[in-house]
């Protein structure tokens, strides 16, 4: 099934959101934005569906060959130059604003997102090494990692460390020469191994010898997979996982240190490893978040194709019936909604690198609330994208299956939506008092159609009863999911109303009426699902 990027929809978000197109024209941005289409529909996906069939072969010697096509498709993604997009022009970035970044990698990740996360793991290294990197450190790597000649990775989790990162075992020694010896074993490391890159640049968590216990005691390291002069760092992939989705993404079980210990270099100062490796977790977050919004609108795409040439029912086809067009519309609503959520939080965050305090608070209170409703979102369109099909959607060829398997990853990783929401209730509620969610309410008010306002309100009723949690933290966590759903529905809907309005001044009067038609949908069929919400936060005491 054929993809095309949906370059009109973006453009709007961009519009209606307040994009600065004084850098960019509209004009410029939308040629970009057709290039970046050519190699997403083009080339990458027409590898989604082969890519997931034919899946990885990895050697005895931990080397992983990658699907037919994967290795030439990165290489014509890496000569245009897409890697370099929104780094800095001084290690050979274009310096283009995230905000632009974001609808090109939206395409990537609908396009094939097995292959997307090849780039999104690389940037979220490019990004610590960045802003904790010492001179020397920026200057051997990010130029590489930048043009995409080396890759990146995140080197996180254990078996015994998941989420709670305070177990981690992995041990790091120091050497007379200021290097360090790294032992130790890491799980699911997403593009650990693959033959796309010249190089592999691990970011790997482990503790020196005296360091503290729990999450105070851990450091982070670069830990490449060639040296400077040429040679092996004692690092293999000793395993793949055999996942339900995302076949053509490799999750390698990375094995550190088994001939005497893996070179590896400390970033920044020692125990501070969590500090910076969040650096890479909060843009991956905006970034998986985005990646719910992609594989939901292709999904939609996929579904809407189907349902306007199958023919059930006294010779009609069925997207003439109600209840299919019920499922479209909803799939199509929960896209546009994560999506606009997901670009103001890119544009907030330009805002905030060019050091807006107040951008800065939006985008640490949106993260949570992007990625968990973008993903949350993903798993129900994909899901009612089977449903379109009927029968044929449980069936592999017609490849509506593969959407819902790649995408319930998307919820547990780069922090589960259960950590999410408590840390929308915890570090960016309670901590503060509500100050910034007041804050955020406010925008919304200042947006807000009639139709909102009750909803509104009701947020700020929840708000306070949340509040009153404060010294209750278990009871605040309880209802941190319906907190974070309530504030992402109602949020959506002021969004959708902004684009709706937007896009009521545009000369194009059928896309301006579906616009409208789409935030009149979410009002009647989705936003009641904040009550719903409101009234589980109100029910604990």
């Known amino acids: ?9 973006q453009l709007l978000a961009l519009r209606a959101l307040g994009f600065d197109f004084s850098l960019l024209d509209e004009a410029t941005v939308e040629a970009i934005l057709d290039e970046a ?3 997403a529909s083009n080339v990458l996906a027409p590898l989604n569906w082969t890519g997931d069939q034919e899946g990885l072969k990895r050697a005895d010697d931990g080397s992983i060959k990658m699907p037919k096509g994967f290795k ?12 370099a997009v929104p780094f800095s022009e001084e290690y050979g970035g274009q310096n283009l604003p995230w905000a632009m970044a974001f609808p090109i990698q939206e395409m990537w990740q609908a396009a094939n997102m097995a292959f997307g996360l090849c780039p999104l793991l690389n940037q979220g290294a490019v990004e610590a090494i960045l802003h904790h990197g010492s001179d020397e ?8 990692l930048i043009s995409g000649e080396w890759t990146g990775t995140m080197n996180l989790t254990e078996p015994q460390a998941g989420s709670d990162l305070a177990a981690v075992k992995s041990r790091a020694e120091p050497q007379a020469d200021g290097s360090y010896k790294i032992s130790g074993q890491k799980i699911f490391i997403t593009y650990g191994e693959h033959d796309m890159a010249d190089n592999i640049i691990h970011l790997v968590l482990a503790r020196t010898p005296n360091a503290p216990e729990g999450v105070k005691g851990i450091s982070l390291f670069i830990v490449p997979k060639i040296l400077e002069d040429g040679s092996r760092n004692d690092l293999v992939c000793s395993g793949i996982e055999h996942k339900l989705g995302i076949h053509a993404s490799p999750t390698c079980t990375m094995q550190f240190g088994d001939k005497g210990g893996a070179t590896g270099y400390l970033i920044g100062e020692e125990n501070k490893g969590l500090i910076y490796m969040f650096t890479m977790m909060n843009n991956a977050r905006l970034s998986v978040g985005l990646q719910g919004v992609a594989i939901s609108d292709r999904a939609y795409q996929h579904a809407f194709a189907f349902a306007k040439e199958r023919v059930q029912g006294g010779g009609k086809t069925i997207d003439q019936h109600t209840d299919v067009q ?3 519309k909803t799939m199509n609503v ?4 994560g999506r606009a959520l997901t670009y103001e939080a890119a544009i907030a965050f330009d805002a905030a690198n060019a050091g807006d305090k107040t951008a800065q608070s939006k985008v640490e209170f949106l993260t949570p609330i992007v990625k968990a409703f973008g993903t949350d979102n993903a798993i129900e369109v994909t899901s009612l994208g089977i449903q379109v099909h009927g029968g044929m959607g449980y069936v592999e060829e017609t490849g509506a299956a593969q959407y819902l398997r790649d995408a319930r990853i998307l919820p547990i990783y780069e922090g589960t939506n259960g950590i999410q929401a408590i840390d929308l209730v915890g570090r960016k509620t309670l901590m503060n008092d509500g100050a910034y969610a007041k804050t955020y309410i406010e925008e919304l008010k200042s947006h807000a159609a009639d139709t909102l306002v009750s909803y509104i309100k009701r ?22 999911h319906a907190y974070l759903n309530q504030f992402a529905l109602v949020a959506g809907g002021v969004l959708l109303k902004r684009l709706a309005e937007t896009a009521a001044s545009d000369d194009d009067k059928d896309f301006a009426h579906e616009k409208m038609a ?3 949908f979410y009002c009647d069929m989705i936003l009641p699902r904040a009550e719903s919400f409101a009234r589980q936060i109100l029910a604990i005491k």
Not at 137 to 144: F, V
């Open 37 to 39: 289409n050519k190699l």
């Open 137 to 144: 450190q920026k200057e051997i790597y990010l130029p590489k």
């Open 334 to 337: 929960l896209t546009e909604a």
């Open 518 to 520: 789409s935030f009149d």
């Open 72 to 83: 030439d498709a990165y290489q014509q993604y890496r000569e245009s130059g897409w890697n």
């Open 1 to 9: 099934m054929p993809y095309t990027a949906p370059i009109k929809d």
């Open 459 to 480: 947020l700020e009723e929840t708000l306070e009863h949340v509040l009153s949690l404060k010294e209750n933290p278990d009871k605040a966590q309880f209802i941190a």
């Open 326 to 328: 019920r499922m479209l």
